[in-house]
């Protein structure tokens, strides 16, 4: 059995209730917009808000801050190609600057890129680069009675029936997202990657994984996919992304890391191409927007993700903390995916309609109830598709314990009795790019 102890103390403090009004009013209804400080237990993400080890910050002492071919490249870069199975690797500063060098690399205006469920900042490249995001989720990423085990998968037959329709000429990028986090933080097979990866080859698309999650993602192969069930994680991680063309990665997940990213490709014409993008949006593509450290700080998370009992004690967390929730009356959603616990807050609160954000009601009153913040992930965020709405309670790695999850589950329990009195919210300002306005729009209470 794995455990963590802390070895750095942060002091958190729950403010009083009346500096939890006053705060979410002031940050206008929308928890990214309070300050940290304000809140208890943060669930916001679990992207580059974990706890480093202290061989992680070990190594960062020896971060070799050169500008170009550094060491600390050398060592990341042979990180990435054991644990991953990718030698042609561009770091950058973190997933979305990931996307950014890859999509805008692959996607011209038109084309259709095809994704089990594209996340937002994924969903936004696209867009950017003028393409159109198409999401083949399995219909069973939305069914909240089934078992089914690898919910995230990606639906072959809605993705043919896309191309059918579109023709595979515009359709350049397939992509899989593992584990795919806007259907719950499900895991995808690999029996559904060897599939689409053959798909992709036969539309003659570039075949991406979103990696973020892979680590946590090979942790539920191991458990659910009876052919894998002798391998170890680490060997179940590299078959599956052993099918992709290309891999996108936010270092602030699976790589353990509060900050960095990178690309994996194999083909050299698109590294070329990728290298040049990093130089324009990035940095040098031997240290893309990082410093020498974090370069190092990645290749030493990179191998504790792939650890059996590392994962067994994270995805044990989430679990652990599923089941509280649940005892506290939310409607889980079930299984429990790797890095986060969703709530499905139109089952919750069905007195408020869609358009009036059920998930973002929860969020607030959980905010006003206990300082602890979670993030919609419904209609608010992924405005124009047809989801559920779904409340995330995302856990960072090695970073609270049971008496934190104590106290999310006690806030929940409070808000669950009153339910009934909770009301909707109405956006009154909001940016120009709708796949972004979640981050930072208004809201205000439903008269
Ligand atoms: N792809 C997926 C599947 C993600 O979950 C994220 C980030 C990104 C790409 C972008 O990576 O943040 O490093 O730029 N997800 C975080 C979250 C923000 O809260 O789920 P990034």
């Known amino acids: 059995m794995r455990s963590y102890v802390s070895k750095v103390a942060t002091t958190i403090e ?8 006053a705060a979410l009013d002031d940050a206008g209804y929308n928890v990214f917009n309070l300050d940290a400080a304000d809140v208890f237990v943060d669930l916001l993400t679990d992207s580059g808000t974990g706890t480093m080890s202290d061989a992680q910050w070990g190594a960062m002492f020896e971060g070799d801050e050169a500008y170009a071919g550094s060491e600390s490249f050398a060592r990341f870069q042979t990180a990435v190609s054991e644990v991953m199975g990718f030698e042609k690797v561009v770091p950058v500063h973190q997933g979305r600057g990931a996307e950014n060098v890859l999509y805008g690399a692959l996607v011209e205006e038109g084309d259709h890129v095809i994704n089990n469920t594209h996340f937002d900042t994924t969903r936004a490249h696209v867009a950017n680069a003028g393409g159109v995001a198409v999401d083949c989720p399995v219909p069973e990423a939305r069914d909240l009675d089934s078992d089914a085990p690898f919910k995230g998968n990606f639906d072959l037959g809605a993705a043919r029936s896309h191309v059918d329709e579109v023709g595979a000429e515009n359709v350049p990028v397939v992509v899989l997202t593992i584990t795919n986090n ?5 895991p995808v097979s690999i029996e559904n990657t060897r599939a689409v990866a053959a798909f992709a080859e036969e539309i003659d698309a570039t075949f991406v994984v979103d990696a973020c999650r892979f680590a946590e993602n090979a942790y539920f192969v191991r458990e659910r996919e009876s052919e894998f069930a002798d391998w170890s994680v680490a060997d179940i991680a590299r078959e599956q992304l ?14 353990l890391t509060n900050i960095g990213g990178f690309v994996g490709v194999r083909d050299q014409d698109l590294f070329e191409v990728a290298k040049q993008r990093a130089i324009l949006y990035e940095g040098f593509p031997t240290y893309g927007g990082l410093a020498g450290r974090d370069l190092d700080a990645m290749a030493v998370g990179l191998r504790e993700a792939v650890e059996y009992d590392y994962l067994d004690h994270r995805i044990g967390q989430v679990r652990e903390l599923a089941t509280k929730l649940s005892e506290a009356g939310l409607p889980v959603f079930e299984p429990v995916g790797g890095h986060a616990v969703y709530v499905d807050a139109g089952e919750l609160l069905p007195q408020i309609p869609d358009a009036e954000f059920p998930g973002q009601a929860l969020v607030c009153e959980l905010y006003r109830e206990g300082g602890v913040r979670a993030v919609e992930l419904g209609s608010f965020a992924f405005h124009g598709t047809d989801r559920p709405e779904f409340v995330r309670m995302a856990v960072p790695r090695r970073t609270y314990h049971r008496e934190h999850f104590d106290h999310v589950a006690e806030t929940a329990a409070a808000v669950a009795d009153r339910r009934e009195e909770l009301r ?20 205000r209470p439903v008269e």
């Open 424 to 443: 909707g919210y109405e956006i009154v300002g909001e940016p120009a790019m709708p796949e972004l306005r979640h981050f930072s729009a208004a809201l």
């Open 242 to 255: 052993r099918y992709a063309d290309a891999i996108v990665m936010s270092g602030k997940k699976d790589a």
């Open 14 to 21: 729950l403010p009083s209730r009346d500096t939890r009004k």
């Open 182 to 186: 806007s259907a719950a933080g499900q």
